[in-house]
Structures are given as C-alpha cells and as structure tokens.
C-alpha cells in the first residue's frame, strides 16, 4: 500500500472515495472526498486503484481530484446494466472475478474508475450478485425474485414511513383523522416503538417517522395514539410491554367448559374424607368471587382441631394439559385497581373450584390438634370433600371477634402462634395496606385499612400454618416442591416485642433478604419456620397449584414432579411472575397519582426516611407513597422526622409526583 494511491471503503450503507496518507501495519489513514481524515483496515476496503495522487499537491487539490474521480465512477457504474450481466453469468453458477466483470461491462482498456464502477454498480443493486471485494457470484432464479420481493418491501416501508411522518404532522397541527387502513401499519411501528424503544424492531423505523413528524421526545407517541383514538388516556401499556394476556382464548373457554361442576361421589378416590358435614367458613375482602380457602375449629378433649381446606384444584386442570400450558403462561392472577386478570377462566376460578357456601368441592385439607396457645400436638394433611357453611368478609369477623366463640378461640390461637414466630426470630412488618379501586364512572377511591385487624390477622396466620404444615409434610415424605427460604435480614432495627413505628416498618422492610426459592426445604428467616412454602391459593397461583400436586402425589392422586421437573418450572415462571407483579405495582402507583392530581394544594404529612446530597427522601403517611424533597439552607431535617407538606405537581403517566416543604 503506497501513499497517494486512491482507494474506497463502504461505511452506513455509501461508497466513500480516499486517497491514502500514511500506511502501517494493517491500517491505513485516509483522506476522503468529503475532507476527513479516517483510520480504516486494509481487510476493509473495497477497492484499490491503481492511480496514484501527489500527497504533496495540498490537500484541497486531494479533495478535488477525490470528488472528480468519485463522479466519474459513479457516471460510469449508472451506464451498467446489471440484470444483463446477470443474464449472461447465471447459467455458469460459479464465482466470477473483477476483472472478467470488468472486462465484460467495458471491454475497451477498462482501468480502476472501471472496476470500481461495477463494484458501485453491484452494491447500488444486490438483487442478483453478491459479492466480496474482487469476486462476485450470480444468484440463482429464486434468489433473484426473493431479492426482488425484498426490495419491493423496502420500497413500500419507506414510503410507508415518509408518508406517515407526514400524517403525523398533520395531527400534531390538529387535524385528528379516523386510522384508515394505510396508516395501521405506522401505528403498529409507532406502538412497538413506544413501547420497547430501542429494543423494538421498529426502532429506527420509529425514530425516522418521529423524525420526519418534527417530534423530538417519545413520550409524545402516547399523546398521538390517544389523539387519534388507538389508545385511551388510561390505556395500561404494560400489559402489552410485558405480554401478558388478558382474555382467555376460544379453545381455552371451551375446553374449561367442558369440565363437570358436578361432584361424582362414586367416582371419588377412597383416600378422600368426607368432611361435608364439618362446619367451616370463608373469609375474604369485600366482593371476592374466587374463594380457595375455608376454615375449620372445633373442640376435641380441651384441645383445638383446626382445619384449613384448599380447593382441590389440580383435580381439574391436568398437568401438561391445554388448561395447565395456559395457566403456566400466566403464572398468577394480577389484582389492577381498574382490572383483575385472573390466571384461570372464570368458569373454573369462580365456578367449578371456588368454595361457595353449599355446594360440594374437593379440597386438601391440612388439621392440627393445637391448644389456645398454639402448641401443635400432631397434624395431617388428607385429600377431602368439603361444603362451606358460611362466606364472611374481614369486616364480618372484626365485627364477630368477642360475640363468636370460633372466631374468638381462632384468633386467639393465631395470636399465640404469631408470637412464637416472632421468639423464633420471625420479623414482622406491621404497615397498613393502601387499596386503589377505579370505579365505572371514573372516580377513584383510596383506603388505607389495619392489616392488623382479627379478620385479616387470624387469616393470615392460619394460611401460614398451613403452608408451614404442609411443606413440613411434603419434607417428611422427601417429596420435591417449590419451598421457600429466607436469609437472616442484613440487620434488626427494632425488637419484635415492643410497639414499633411505621418509620421502623418501612425501614426494615429495605433490610429484608430476596426470598430464595429451589426444589428443596430451608429455614425461612422472615417468617421464624424451619421450612416453608405456598399452597393455599391454588386458583391465584401456579406455584400453590404445583405444590397442591405433589400433595395429591403422595396419596398417589397423580404422578408428581421430579426434583429436575420442579426446578425447571421455577425457571419457567419466574419471567411472568416478575411482570406480573411489576405490573401491579406500576398500576396502583399510576392509579394513586391519579387519584393526587385532584389533590394538588392539599397539604399531607409526611415522614423523613433519608437525607441524599441535594434532597431528602420522605413518605406519604396517608398514602404509603416515597417521593423526595428538594432541600435547602433554610432548614435540616433528619430520619424520622414528621413533616407537613403540599403536593404541587403530579403527572400519573409520567410517574411524577412533586411535593413542597
């Protein structure tokens, strides 16, 4: 490589002409037509002439003679006719090479303004070449015409694009156009834009048509598609981020309505207990339809017998079955202030499995003989048939707790059992639950409810026993299953004995370790229990229903899972069961914003959790919502301190929440 020889490299898609200064190694520097100086690899360049320049002539005469050398190539490559030459080297179907093309396009002392020409000319039109930089190949006919098809589409992309830069204009201006057909295709490169970013396969498509549209921020995509009638205000984007499905499809709905709701007792497995004629309840919040869980107490010889009953679900959704493929797909239902998805088809959630009063339902129950202050003498776990006798609601109980015998000694005993935990190491997190509800009309309600109230306490506690009990159960039979561990917390920041503050909650809260979850049994720190795991809620979660099928393998129901099988399904799930709750989450958060966009002046108190370099981070006490507080010279907070102050600005769909000292 010689100075002052002219040489050209392919750079985004153009053929950029130079003229080499310096050569070393494998590399080159260059001066090329458009006055830059580039470092390129020698593998890199597409053609070597064999003119030379003067490098001494200055380099503005270099320029010059680049962009007249460059002109003439390009004259002489439009003079090509490539699908002639195509023509006559098809049939011989082997590599050809530049100076037999060369000789074939200009068959008169054909110099390096020549070649470089039919490189320029097969580059300009790769439908019936490809080629490296001194041979080139003819594709055959189904190439040529896939090629071809190809370049169609391109063509009718970009001036879908620049037609559609055009049609958003035209609605940024005001202009608000029903969607005809021809601009359903920008909207879906629009959507996907928005929604995944660069990350979208439409990335530089949508960039290109915010381009031309003179939009410079992408969030104006949402305010466009809302414009034009595609999106409402309020439309929930995660679900299509996050791809969760939100209706069940025909073959699904059929095939759930296949399924009996009728219970056949001959046709019942013998293991099965009759517990028909044993009282029990449900308790659940307020317009609950999908009821898994009852409860049992009875008095035995000064003891308790408590019974917790769990909806037999597996016994309708067959294991690698069409339902079950679904389900598993799901992984959860998702509990959204204005939308509940459910993880299994309401025929078979709130029909067939759900625990209504009087009718008839195979269940899993787990009993225990425990006294008032939870000592557990002896436990089992049995398949069952059950019959719920009365459907409460938390407020019921709260209302219940000192005039029903039941209700009372069952709170009593999850109490003790509670406090056990605790002498056992459990960390609890005592916080109020804040409940979002968008109604039909719009309006929007938020409640901040004690979950320390019997109703929702005694509950929790007896759904923790029973996990507890059967994951001790599936460890005695060395049975695999999805278990649940926990680490000690990274530190302790208040004893479980005293009164504790919601400042201390919320703080602990942060110093809790990820919950670890594998095929076999450890310690669960959090909770104060040797082993633990979730059954109680097949209807709402795979894993319970994963779990309630190892139980039923034990009595040999069905096959259960393999320990290789188990780990492969927490594998599996983890990816919907992480957007599923992060989808919840970012619908309250968006919901209470709206809900505080009416509540801009209003002043809330508030409490100090840290102070960063340039402002503190603080807690909405009535709302349970972080934002932070610029800070200032005038005034020093610290951690715990109760401050009142006026929210000045919120913007739900951009997760803004302001507020002011």
């Given at each position: 490589?010689?100075?002052?020889?002219?040489?050209?490299?392919?750079?985004?898609?153009?053929?950029?002409?130079?003229?080499?200064?310096?050569?070393?190694?494998?590399?080159?520097?260059?001066?090329?037509?458009?006055?830059?100086?580039?470092?390129?690899?020698?593998?890199?360049?597409?053609?070597?002439?064999?003119?030379?320049?003067?490098?001494?002539?200055?380099?503005?005469?270099?320029?010059?003679?680049?962009?007249?050398?460059?002109?003439?190539?390009?004259?002489?490559?439009?003079?090509?006719?490539?699908?002639?030459?195509?023509?006559?080297?098809?049939?011989?179907?082997?590599?050809?090479?530049?100076?037999?093309?060369?000789?074939?396009?200009?068959?008169?002392?054909?110099?390096?303004?020549?070649?470089?020409?039919?490189?320029?000319?097969?580059?300009?039109?790769?439908?019936?070449?490809?080629?490296?930089?001194?041979?080139?190949?003819?594709?055959?006919?189904?190439?040529?015409?896939?090629?071809?098809?190809?370049?169609?589409?391109?063509?009718?992309?970009?001036?879908?694009?620049?037609?559609?830069?055009?049609?958003?204009?035209?609605?940024?201006?005001?202009?608000?156009?029903?969607?005809?057909?021809?601009?359903?295709?920008?909207?879906?490169?629009?959507?996907?834009?928005?929604?995944?970013?660069?990350?979208?396969?439409?990335?530089?498509?949508?960039?290109?048509?915010?381009?031309?549209?003179?939009?410079?921020?992408?969030?104006?995509?949402?305010?466009?598609?809302?414009?034009?009638?595609?999106?409402?205000?309020?439309?929930?984007?995660?679900?299509?981020?996050?791809?969760?499905?939100?209706?069940?499809?025909?073959?699904?709905?059929?095939?759930?309505?296949?399924?009996?709701?009728?219970?056949?007792?001959?046709?019942?497995?013998?293991?099965?207990?009759?517990?028909?004629?044993?009282?029990?309840?449900?308790?659940?919040?307020?317009?609950?339809?999908?009821?898994?869980?009852?409860?049992?107490?009875?008095?035995?010889?000064?003891?308790?017998?408590?019974?917790?009953?769990?909806?037999?679900?597996?016994?309708?959704?067959?294991?690698?079955?069409?339902?079950?493929?679904?389900?598993?797909?799901?992984?959860?239902?998702?509990?959204?202030?204005?939308?509940?998805?459910?993880?299994?088809?309401?025929?078979?959630?709130e029909n067939i499995c759900s625990l209504k009063v009087g009718e008839i339902r195979p269940a899993i129950s787990i009993f225990c003989k425990i006294s008032r202050y939870a000592e557990i003498?002896?436990?089992?776990?049995?398949?069952?048939?059950?019959?719920?006798?009365?459907?409460?609601?938390?407020?019921?109980?709260?209302?219940?707790?000192?005039?029903?015998?039941?209700?009372?000694?069952?709170?009593?005993?999850?109490?003790?059992?509670?406090?056990?935990?605790?002498?056992?190491?459990?960390?609890?997190?005592?916080?109020?639950?804040?409940?979002?509800?968008?109604?039909?009309?719009?309006?929007?309600?938020?409640?901040?409810?004690?979950?320390?109230?019997?109703?929702?306490?005694?509950?929790?506690?007896?759904?923790?026993?029973?996990?507890?009990?059967?994951?001790?159960?599936?460890?005695?039979?060395?049975?695999?299953?999805?278990?649940?561990?926990?680490?000690?917390?990274?530190?302790?920041?208040?004893?479980?004995?005293?009164?504790?503050?919601?400042?201390?909650?919320?703080?602990?809260?942060?110093?809790?370790?990820?919950?670890?979850?594998?095929?076999?049994?450890?310690?669960?720190?959090?909770?104060?229990?040797?082993?633990?795991?979730?059954?109680?809620?097949?209807?709402?979660?795979?894993?319970?229903?994963?779990?309630?099928?190892?139980?039923?393998?034990?009595?040999?129901?069905?096959?259960?899972?393999?320990?290789?099988?188990?780990?492969?399904?927490?594998?599996?799930?983890?990816?919907?069961?992480?957007?599923?709750?992060?989808?919840?989450?970012?619908?309250?958060?968006?919901?209470?914003?709206?809900?505080?966009?009416?509540?801009?002046?209003?002043?809330?108190?508030?409490?100090?959790?840290?102070?960063?370099?340039?402002?503190?981070?603080?807690?909405?006490?009535?709302?349970?919502?972080?934002?932070?507080?610029?800070?200032?010279?005038?005034?020093?907070?610290?951690?715990?301190?109760?401050?009142?102050?006026?929210?000045?600005?919120?913007?739900?769909?951009?997760?803004?929440?302001?507020?002011?000292?």
């Amino acid at each position: 490589m010689e100075n002052g020889t002219i040489v050209e490299y392919i750079d985004q898609q153009r053929i950029f002409c130079a003229v080499i200064l310096e050569a070393a190694d494998q590399r080159v520097r260059l001066l090329t037509e458009e006055n830059r100086e580039v470092s390129q690899r020698i593998s890199r360049l597409s053609h070597v002439s064999r003119t030379r320049l003067n490098v001494g002539r200055g380099r503005d005469n270099l320029v010059a003679a680049l962009k007249e050398t460059a002109v003439r190539r390009k004259c002489l490559s439009a003079d090509i006719d490539i699908k002639e030459l195509w023509e006559v080297l098809s049939p011989v179907g082997e590599w050809v090479d530049l100076a037999t093309m060369t000789g074939l396009c200009f068959p008169n002392n054909p110099n390096g303004d020549h070649e470089s020409a039919v490189i320029r000319a097969c580059f300009e039109n790769r439908i019936y070449f490809k080629f490296n930089h001194d041979a080139f190949f003819p594709h055959n006919e189904d190439q040529v015409q896939q090629n071809i098809e190809t370049e169609k589409e391109k063509e009718r992309r970009r001036q879908l694009i620049e037609n559609g830069g055009q049609w958003l204009k035209s609605v940024l201006e005001g202009a608000v156009p029903p969607v005809a057909e021809d601009r359903k295709p920008v909207v879906e490169i629009l959507k996907s834009y928005y929604l995944f970013g660069k990350d979208s396969p439409d990335a530089t498509a949508g960039r290109t048509l915010l381009a031309g549209a003179g939009i410079e921020n992408v969030e104006k995509i949402f305010d466009l598609l809302v414009k034009v009638g595609v999106w409402t205000p309020n439309e929930l984007v995660d679900l299509q981020r996050y791809h969760i499905p939100v209706e069940f499809s025909e073959a699904i709905l059929k095939k759930a309505e296949e399924i009996s709701d009728r219970v056949d007792f001959k046709s019942l497995d013998p293991c099965r207990r009759n517990l028909t004629d044993l009282p029990m309840m449900t308790i659940d919040g307020q317009g609950t339809l999908d009821f898994d869980d009852a409860i049992s107490i009875e008095s035995e010889n000064g003891y308790c017998r408590v019974g917790i009953h769990i909806a037999d679900v597996a016994a309708y959704v067959q294991k690698g079955g069409e339902l079950d493929q679904e389900v598993i797909g799901r992984g959860t239902s998702i509990y959204m202030p204005d939308l509940k998805i459910s993880m299994l088809p309401p025929r078979i959630s709130e029909n067939i499995c759900s625990l209504k009063v009087g009718e008839i339902r195979p269940a899993i129950s787990i009993f225990c003989k425990i006294s008032r202050y939870a000592e557990i003498f002896e436990f089992e776990v049995v398949p069952s048939i059950i019959k719920v006798g009365r459907q409460l609601s938390y407020n019921d109980v709260d209302m219940m707790v000192d005039s029903d015998e039941s209700i009372w000694l069952l709170n009593e005993i999850a109490c003790n059992f509670r406090n056990k935990r605790l002498s056992n190491g459990a960390v609890h997190i005592a916080i109020p639950e804040v409940s979002v509800r968008v109604f039909d009309n719009g309006d929007i309600s938020v409640r901040k409810s004690d979950r320390e109230s019997p109703g929702r306490m005694f509950v929790s506690e007896m759904m923790i026993l029973a996990n507890w009990l059967m994951a001790r159960f599936l460890a005695e039979k060395n049975m695999p299953a999805i278990f649940r561990a926990q680490h000690d917390p990274k530190a302790r920041l208040f004893s479980q004995k005293k009164e504790s503050t919601l400042f201390q909650n919320w703080m602990q809260r942060r110093m809790l370790n990820r919950v670890i979850i594998s095929p076999k049994p450890e310690p669960h720190s959090g909770l104060g229990l040797d082993k633990y795991l979730t059954a109680t809620s097949p209807i709402r979660k795979y894993t319970d229903l994963v779990t309630q099928r190892q139980i039923r393998g034990c009595f040999g129901l069905e096959q259960p899972y393999t320990a290789d099988e188990i780990d492969r399904l927490i594998q599996v799930i983890k990816e919907p069961l992480t957007n599923a709750a992060l989808v919840q989450r970012r619908r309250h958060y968006y919901w209470l914003l709206k809900y505080l966009e009416r509540k801009i002046g209003d002043a809330e108190e508030a409490i100090v959790l840290d102070k960063r370099r340039d402002h503190y981070v603080i807690l909405l006490t009535s709302y349970l919502a972080e934002c932070t507080l610029h800070s200032s010279s005038a005034w020093s907070l610290k951690p715990q301190d109760l401050v009142r102050v006026t929210i000045s600005h919120v913007d739900a769909r951009r997760d803004v929440l302001t507020v002011s000292l």
